[in-house]
C-alpha cells in the first residue's frame, strides 16, 4: 500500500460518493424505477436495452417501448418489427427485439404475466446475465444481489477493494467481502462515480472524494 494512502474504508468511501453523486444523474434502471417502471419484466427488459448502450438513448428506448407496450402479455403482442423499431438506436437493437419478444411471450404464456423473482430463471432467458438479473432482483425484487457492470469493475478494482480480471469474479469477490447492506446500492453509486468522476480514462483523481483510500491501481495518467 502507498505510505499515503488510509486503509480502505468501504462505509466511509460510500458515504462521500454518495453526497459527490448526488448532482449527476441516477444510473439508468434506478431512474427508470424513480419514474414508476419496478416490476421485474420492466426492469428485466429495460436492462436489456440497455447492454451496450449509452443511458440516454436506452431510457428513451424503454420508454418508447413501454408507451406502446408495457406488459408481457401486450408486448407479446408486437410484431418483431415494431419491437426493433421501438428500441432503436440502442445497441444490437435488432437481436434485443427477438429477445424481448420471446421474454415477453414466455412470460405470458408460462407465468401468466407475472414474472416471478427467480435468479435460475432471468438467468435462463437470452441475453440476460448476472448484471441484468441482478439489477432486476435488488431493484424490482427488493432482494440482495450485486450488480456488476464496468463501473463497478473498474472502480473496486482501481481502489484495490478486489483484484480480478472480469466482471463475472469481480462479482464472487464482492459477494465475499462487501457488506449485504451496500449489494444494490453500489451499482447505484458507482455508475455515475464511474461516468463523471472515477473515468475510464483520464480519471479525475483531483476531484475525487476518495482517493486517501484509492490504491489508484493502473492509473498512469490522471486530472
Known amino acids: 500500500m502507498p505510505s499515503d494512502k488510509r486503509p480502505l474504508d468501504i462505509d466511509e468511501m460510500l458515504r462521500r460518493i454518495e453526497a459527490a453523486v448526488a448532482p449527476y444523474p441516477r444510473a439508468a434502471m434506478f431512474d427508470l424505477a424513480d419514474q414508476g417502471f419496478r416490476s421485474a419484466f420492466e426492469q428485466l427488459i429495460a436492462c436489456i436495452i440497455s447492454i451496450r448502450t449509452y443511458d440516454e438513448v436506452s431510457l428513451a428506448a424503454a420508454r418508447r417501448l413501454f408507451a406502446r407496450a408495457r406488459s408481457p402479455t401486450e408486448i407479446a403482442a408486437l410484431t418483431e418489427v415494431e419491437v426493433d423499431t421501438l428500441i432503436y438506436p440502442s445497441t444490437f437493437h435488432e437481436r434485443k427485439a427477438g429477445q ?96 463523471h468522476i472515477c473515468t475510464s480514462r483520464l480519471p479525475r483523481c483531483s476531484a475525487c472524494p476518495v482517493l486517501e483510500f484509492c490504491q489508484q491501481v493502473g492509473v498512469d495518467q490522471h486530472q
Request: aromatic share 8%.
Open 100 to 195: 424481448i419478444l420471446g421474454i415477453a411471450r414466455q412470460v405470458a404464456r408460462r407465468y401468466g404475466g407475472d414474472l416471478p423473482c427467480e435468479r435460475d430463471l432471468l438467468l435462463s432467458f437470452p441475453g440476460v446475465g448476472h448484471k441484468c438479473a441482478n439489477l432486476t432482483l435488488g431493484i424490482a425484487c427488493q432482494q440482495s444481489a450485486i450488480s456488476v457492470d464496468v463501473h463497478v469493475h473498474r472502480i473496486t478494482n482501481r481502489w484495490g477493494y478486489v483484484k480480478t480480471s472480469s466482471p463475472d469474479r469481480t462479482l464472487t469477490q464482492l459477494e465475499a467481502k462487501l457488506p449485504k447492506k451496500y449489494w444494490v446500492s453500489i451499482n447505484s453509486l458507482l455508475v455515475p462515480f464511474g461516468k
